[in-house]
DNA sequence: CCTGTTCGTTGCGTGCCAAAACTATCGGCA
DNA sequence: TGCCGATAGTTTTGGCACGCAACGAACAGG
C-alpha cells in the first residue's frame, strides 16, 4: 500500500519546435483570433488583434479562407479609407453533440460560429434503463437531425455526453450509476447513423463546465476558473482553470457527487456514505421532501416557497451539503466562481443565499476574494459542450484540417 | 448574490510565434533534456533525445555553454567513434530556498544540478510569534548559506516558503494562523542580507510539492497527478496536475487542511467547523491523544505501536478524516497518487491502511484505478521547492537568462 | 476632382532549422 | 603499424517562416 520508493523521473515531452511549428500555431491564433471576434473582423484587424504584421495575417486568412475553415462576407466594413473584408468562421463547418441522461436525449449540429443548426431530443425516463433503448432513441434524433442539418455541411466530428465515468481514451462508458448502465460502448451502436464520422464519449459535466468556459469555439469566457456542478438525478462535476476542464490522470476528473459530505451519513450504491448526491440529488431532496420521485426541481422550490416545510428543509439541507463540499473544491483549488447548471439551477436563486453564506463562513481566503454563484441555462448543455469540444480541436490547430 | 448576467468573453491570450520563438522554445528543450538526462550527454544524445538535429542541438548547446548555464565536462565519453564532450548543467548557477514554518526555519542554495551548496537551519517555536523575530532568524541563516557558498556562484533568485495564505503577485504573506501572522512583506526586512536578490514568496505546501514533482530543476518526477498534503502543526497541500502545481486564480489555492471533514464539528481559528486540521493536524492529534502539545508525531507514532490508547485513538480519527478529505479531491480530481509530506509524512506508514481502506471505499473510480500512498522525504521540502522553482524558470526560458 | 486614409499585396531581407556532406577521433583488427 | 568502421561534431546549402517597407486599391469628404 505504501509506497517506499524514491520517485523515478521520466524525460520531458515537450517536442521540438521548426518553422512548420510557428506556422501551425499563427494559423491557430488568427482563426481563434476570427472565432473570439465580437463582430467579423478584416484582416488588417486580425493582424492587430494577434500581434501580428499585416502581410502575415494576410498569408494566414488567405489559408484559411482557402481551406474553407473562415468566409469572406461580401458586404464591405464601410469608413474611412479602402473598405475591408469581414471575415467569419465558416458555417458549413460543424460538428455533432450528443447527449444521453436520465431525463434528456438530446443531439444538436453547432458550427464553428456557435450557431445551433439543427437539434432534436426528447425527455425519457431512462432510470435503470438497458443501454440499447437509450442508444436507439439516440440515433433516432441522430437521423433526424442529420436530415433537417443543411446539405452542404461538413461534420468534423461527434461527441457523447454520459453522465458516468467514461475511460480515458474516451471510447467507453463504465459505470453510469444513474442510468445503471455498465461497462458500456456506444459506438458500435451508434456506427451506422454516423456513417463515418468518428465519435468520442466523455463526462456529461466536463463537457457541460467546456461549453460554458468556452461558449463558442474559440471564444472564452469571462470565467477562467469555476467548479461546475451538473445537477440532475445525481450530481456531475467539473473543475475549469484557466479555461479547461481538469481531466485528471484517467479522465474519471469531476465526481463532485460522490465526495463526501457526511462521512456516516447516508449510504450510497457507489458504495460509500454520506455523498453530497444523497442530499443535494433530485431524487434525495424530493424523498426527503416527503414528495414522489417524478418531483422536479422547480416544483420542489415552488413548494418551498410557498410554505411546504418538507420542501424547505430538504431545500436547506441541499443547500447546506452544497456549500460544505463547494467550499472544499474552493480551499482546495481557489476558484472564484460556482456554476451551477442542469436542473439544479432552476434552484439557483433559492440555494444562493444559504450557500453563499456557507461557503463565506468555510473557506478560508474569503476575506480576500469573492465568490459568485452563477447558473447555466443551456437545458442540453452536456450536447453542446460534445459538439464544441470537436470544434475547439479544429481552432486549436486548424493545420490537421487543412492537411486533410 | 447571485449572477444572473450572461457570461462575457475576452479574447484569448496566445502570443504570437515568430523565428524567435522557435530559438526560445528549443533552447529550453535543449536545456531540459541536459537536466533531465541521467547521466552526462553529448550534443549527439542532446539532439536525439529532444528530437533536433545535430547541427542544431549543437548550435543551441553552444550558446547554453556560453551564457554559462551548461558547464563542458573535461573527460571524454569513450567507446566506438570519436569521442564525446560531456554536458552538465551549470554547477555555480543556483538559488536560494527560504522556509519558516511553526518549527522550522531553514536556507538552502541549490544549483542547477539539483545538487545543495549550502545549507543553515534551526527549529526555533515560532507558534504565536512575532513577524520580526522569525525573519531576523531567517536573515541569519541566509547569511551563513551566503558565506558558506561557493566563490563563483551565480544567484538567480531567492524564493520564501510560508504557511499561510499568500498573494497573488508573491509579495505579501496574508494569513498564516499558526504562526500568528497576518499582512507581513518578508521582503522588505529581508532586502539587505539578499543584497539585490529578487525574493518572491509562495506557500509552502505548494513549493514542497513542486519539488516533488520536478525533484531537480529541469527533471520530472514519475508522479505527473498527485494531491500533497503538508502536515505540520496545521495542515497544508497543494494539487498538482501533469506536472503542475495548481495555483489558482488568486495563488491561493492548496488549503486543504481547512476543507472541511465534519461539518459542525469542532470549531477552528479559521472561522469553519470541522476543518480536516482539527484533526489530523499535530495539534489535534497530540490533544486528542492526551499527550502534551509538543510531542511529535513520530512519538505518537511509537506509543500508539506500543499500545497506548488516546495515540491509536487519535490516529486512527486522523486516517479516516484524511481518507474523507482526500477521497474528495480524488474524486474530484483523479489523482492517483497521494503524497504525504512534513512532519505527517512520519506517520505515513502508521496511516496507510486506515487511509488507503477509506480512499477504496470513497473514492467512486477506485475499481478503475489504483490509488498509491507515498511520502516526502525532504524535512525541508518547502525551501528546496522554493529554490527549484526559482531554477525552473531559467530551465523554462533560458534566453531570459543569456540575454541578461 | 483632389486628398487623406485605411486595406490588402508584393518583394526583399533576416533568422532559424533540416539535410547532407565533411572532418575529427576513437576502438578493433590484421 | 596501418587500415577500417563507427560515432561526434562542424560546415554548407537550401527552404521556409515572418518582419519590414513600399506600393496599389478603394473608399469619404471637401
Redesign the pocket.
Known sequence: MLDPSPARTVARATG?????T??ES??GLALATICAAPSPP????VAAEA??????A?????ELVGSGLVDEGVA?L????????PLLPAARVCALGLQVNAAHVAVRMINLRGEVLAESRSEPDLVGSHPDEGLQLLAGHVRRVLDQGPAGARLLGAGLALPGVVDAAGTRLLKAPNLGWTEVDPRAGLAPVLAGIPLSVANEANLAAHAFAQPTPGRRSAHAHFVYLSGEIGIGGAVVTDHQVQEGSHGFAGEIGHVTYLPGGDPCPCGSSGCLERYAGRLAMTTRAGLPPSTTLVELGRLARHGHEGSSRALALAAEALGVVLSGAINLLDLPTVVLGGEIGDLAEDLAPVLTQTLQERVMASPWMTIQVTRDRDDVAGATGAALRQLSQVVQNPSAYVAA
Chains 1, 2 share one sequence.
Not at 478584416?42 to 484587424?45: C, P, V
Not at 500581434?51 to 502575415?56: A, C, D, L, V
Request: net charge positive; charged share 25%.
Open positions: 521540438a519546435a521548426r518553422q512548420s510557428v506556422r499563427n494559423l478584416s484582416r488588417a484587424t500581434g501580428i504584421t499585416r502581410s502575415t494576410s498569408r494566414l486568412v488567405d464591405r464601410a469608413g474611412p479609407g479602402r473598405p475591408a473584408t
